[in-house]
Structure formats: structure tokens, C-alpha cells
């Protein structure tokens, strides 16, 4: 039997093509049934407050950073959504006197530009590298820094900054956030057209990709204009570059950060359930972490919301 068309773009795939059987399941996991999801290589946290949520994130931070030594270095990529932890990271650096000579981070992702065939430049208003520097890096005393070799921010031409992940450095933790299309980083699910046109990428296809260029989904340039554009969707890029699954299962660990900002109450439980069961399917990009040996979800209690039906 042919697969659902999307409910939001019919020229791709996403979540709205799986079986409706599993958003059903989704849509009645409680939080704490959500919270009892953990398995082996799978874990799941909840946090009361949204305090402790970006102390944690940002302590994720510090963790990987202080096992770095100038012959075992090791570093963290890290994402833009959520932001709130990069100033907390800049404060425990500091307050810590950590020296950071050794240590690394990774940008996993950054928007691409299509009149220029560029990445953006750090002066446009959405730029992942310019949130970063100004965040979290410009902020840490400099006696202290990362030293700028070793940050590492994705360009269009990809060869540089796949090399770094293959130069000796040790990827503690992958953080991201989830979007509404189910992705980290931009890892959207792809068009339906050639051979991907009646059935999507399987897991294994879609496991090769590296860091690259990919077309955004329409639904993740409306949800990156709502979380960071006003609104204006006319200022977001459709395309943008991206670190792949093949850079995060060279990480360690990978920790999705969910606050209830990005993602809506449906995304949050849909994709846990998928990868606590091992469910894997590349219209839901996330769900392929359920082959990662080392996952964890961190949620805001309060974000989760309901999937209940509520008029407003």
C-alpha cells in the first residue's frame, strides 16, 4: 500500500506520512509515561524548572571540556536552537577559570545563501556562527578562550570542516533541539521526487549522509521564522548547510534538548516513542537515533503541553 501523502507539503516527506496508528500512540503518552520510555542507549530526563533545564545543557558543556588535554583533546557541537545555555556556558567558563587551549566545538549548522552560493555571512541577522560568538564565545575572558582553530563553524564548501571531525578530536556530546519537521540540526527530511518519489530514504540511505547543503522543508522556514525571525518568513533562507549522521555517530553522546519552544506536544512524544522502540523511518529524521548507542532527551516538564483538542 502507497504512503500517505503530506498534510503540509505533498512534495515531501515528513511525519504526517507515517502510519496513523503511531500518532495516535504518541498523542496519548502522558509525561509520565513519556518519562518511563528510557531503555539501554536511550534515556530520558525531566527537569521542573526551566533553570535547572539550561544549567544542565550548559554543564553538558563544561563536562565534555574539562576532559580535554593537549594529547586527547575533545569538543562539543553544539546547537542554535536553544540558545539560553550559550551565556551560562561563557559564565561557568569564567567563574571556573577553566582553561579551554585544548578544547574544541563544532557548529552544526549554518544558513546557506542561494544568490551567492555562500554561507551567510556572520552580519546577516540569523547567522548560527554570529549567535554563537556573541552568545557564548566573545563572553569568555580571553585568557580563557577557545582558541579560534579550534572552533569550527560549517561552510558551503564542506571539506575543511568534515576534516576537523576526522583529525583526532574526540566529540563528547552532540547537542541539539528538535524541529517541527523531527530534525536535529537541519537534518529535514527529503523532497519526493527521482527515487525517493513513492517511498522516502531507508534508514541505512539516509545514515550516509555527511555534512552538506539540503533544501529546508516549508515547514522548518516557518518554524525558524516564528522562533527567531518575528514572523518574517521572507528573511529566512530555504537552504542551509548541515552536519550529517554520519559526524553524529562519531559523537559519543547525543542530548536533544526539548523546552517546549521548537517542537510542538505531538513532535516531543512522537519521536521518543519512535526511538525507545526502535522505529526508524526517514520521513521522522530523529527517529534513526534510535540505532545511536547513546541518546538522551531532556525535556521541560512544563513545555510538554497536551495533545488534547483546545479551541483558542
Known amino acids: 500500500m502507497p504512503r500517505k501523502l503530506s498534510a503540509i507539503a505533498p512534495d515531501w516527506w515528513d511525519y504526517t506520512t507515517v502510519d496513523s496508528s503511531l500518532i495516535a500512540d504518541a498523542a496519548a503518552l502522558t509525561p509520565e509515561k513519556l518519562a ?17 533545564f539550561y544549567l544542565a545543557e550548559a554543564l553538558e558543556y563544561i563536562s565534555a571540556w574539562r576532559e580535554s588535554t593537549p594529547d586527547n583533546p575533545v569538543g562539543v557541537c553544539g546547537p542554535i536552537g536553544p540558545t539560553e545555555q550559550l ?9 571556573l577559570g577553566l582553561q579551554l587551549g585544548s578544547a574544541h566545538f563544532w557548529g552544526m549548522d549554518e544558513w546557506f545563501d542561494s544568490a551567492t552560493e555562500a554561507e551567510v555571512p556572520v552580519t546577516h541577522p ?5 549567535a554563537d560568538r556573541e552568545l557564548c564565545f566573545n563572553r569568555i575572558d580571553r585568557k580563557l578562550r577557545l582558541p579560534e582553530a579550534n572552533l569550527h563553524f560549517p561552510k558551503a564548501d564542506t571539506a575543511a570542516y568534515r576534516a576537523t571531525w576526522q583529525a583526532g578530536v574526540r566529540c563528547a556530546v552532540m547537542q541539539g533541539g528538535q524541529g517541527d519537521t523531527k530534525h536535529w540540526a537541519f537534518n529535514d527530511p527529503v523532497q519526493r521526487r527521482g527515487k ?12 550516509k549522509l555527511a555534512t552538506r547543503v539540503v533544501d529546508l522543508h516549508p ?13 518574517n518568513i521572507t528573511m529566512v533562507p530555504n537552504r542551509a548547510i548541515t552536519v550529517g ?3 553524529t555517530w562519531m559523537a559519543d553522546k547525543v542530548s536533544i534538548w526539548q523546552a517546549g519552544t521548537h517542537d510542538n506536544p505531538l513532535g516531543q512524544r512522537l519521536t521518543a516513542l519512535m526511538i525507545s522502540q526502535k522505529l526508524q523511518d526517514s520521513a521522522v529524521p530523529m527517529s534513526l537515533l534510535g540505532d545511536h ?6 525535556y521541560y516538564r512544563g513545555g510538554l503541553g497536551t495533545c488534547a483538542v483546545e479551541m483558542h
Open 293 to 298: 548507542p547513546n541518546v538522551q532527551f531532556n
Open 219 to 231: 515547514l522548518t522556514l516557518a518554524q525558524n521564522a516564528r522562533t527567531s525571525g518575528g514572523g
Open 87 to 95: 551565556p551560562l556556558v561563557a559564565r561557568l567558563v569564567n567563574t
Open 245 to 247: 549522521p554520519v559526524e
Open 126 to 130: 540569523l547567522s548560527f556562527e554570529r
Open 196 to 207: 525517493w518519489k513513492n517511498e522516502p530514504p531507508p534508514p541505512s540511505e539516509y545514515r
Open 36 to 52: 518511563r520510555l528510557s531503555r539501554p542507549g536511550f534515556r530520558v530526563v525531566m527537569y521542573d524548572t526551566l533553570e535547572d
